[in-house]
């Protein structure tokens, strides 16, 4: 497969620190994969698999802005902390009425054992050392916990980025196909369970403003054609869920 430039991988740290430096894109590619998706919601496959074990204490890492752990305190009254190395996702999520706190996954400023589950949704793929990140999960997670973490596949929406003539091949470095192996370096289990659907776009503009939102692929914005007919992408994501040993 081709690989990104430098500049363009999704872990490289300069491009990650820009990109959340704000919400717009994020919220914007957030609402646009809630409303289009048909088949499996992977957000709600993540949320499932944190309230299966009716957690107590939740970390949320990688919180952006926040939504997922307001709705873990609301709908499973778990005592919730949210982090993320974005200061003004961490203010978003704060503002929800989420604990929420200014930090680095790869260093996590808790104690041992400190949490019953561990959600970290679409972060491991913009981390640089993600063995270190995926054990310092462990680490905080008391034994027999839980973590949960979710990425996407390397052909995810790879229909869309051909229709619009844009190279679509990628190597992600934490994805559906690699996922699972680094995961099972830390956890005595892990669960692998895909969420494949589609999207279907009605309108061109629905199209433009989803392709100027991607963190790599916004230039392409401008290639989106006219057309009448729906337009069918497929999409695929992953959630894995782990347990440590107890």
């Known amino acids: 497969m081709t690989e990104r430039p430098d500049d363009f991988r999704l872990d490289n740290p300069m491009l990650v620190r820009w990109e959340f430096a704000s919400e717009e894109r994020l919220t914007t590619r957030n609402a646009i994969y809630r409303k289009l998706i048909e088949g499996l919601n992977a957000e ?25 752990a307001e709705r873990i305190g609301r709908e499973l009254g778990s005592e919730v902390i949210a982090l993320d190395f974005s200061q003004r996702m961490v203010d978003l ?3 929800r009425g989420v604990e929420a706190v200014l930090g680095d996954v790869q260093a ?10 561990v959600a970290a949704g679409w972060l491991l793929y913009h981390v640089a050392d993600r063995d270190r990140a995926i054990a310092e999960c462990a680490r905080v997670l008391r034994p027999g916990g ?25 190597t ?3 994805s559906t196909a690699n996922g699972a192996q680094q995961v099972a370096r830390h956890f005595a289990h892990v669960e692998v369970i895909e969420a494949e659907g589609a ?44 347990e440590k040993a107890a």
Not at 44 to 52: K, M, S
């Open 108 to 117: 996590l400023p808790f104690e041992d054992g400190r949490f019953d589950c």
């Open 44 to 68: 709600e496959v993540l949320f499932d698999a944190v309230a299966e074990v009716s957690p107590q204490h939740v970390l949320d890492v990688g919180c952006g802005a926040g939504e997922m």
């Open 199 to 242: 999207f279907v776009f009605t309108s061109p503009e629905e199209m433009r403003k989803f392709v100027a939102s991607d963190m790599t692929r916004a230039h392409a914005a401008p290639n989106v054609p006219q057309f009448t007919e729906p337009v069918r992408v497929r999409s695929h994501h992953t959630v894995f869920v782990a």
């Open 146 to 170: 839980r973590f949960v973490t979710a990425t996407l596949a390397d052909e995810n929406l790879a229909d869309l980025w051909e229709y619009l003539g844009v190279p679509s091949e990628r």
């Open 93 to 95: 999520t704060r503002a």
């Open 172 to 174: 992600l470095t934490f």
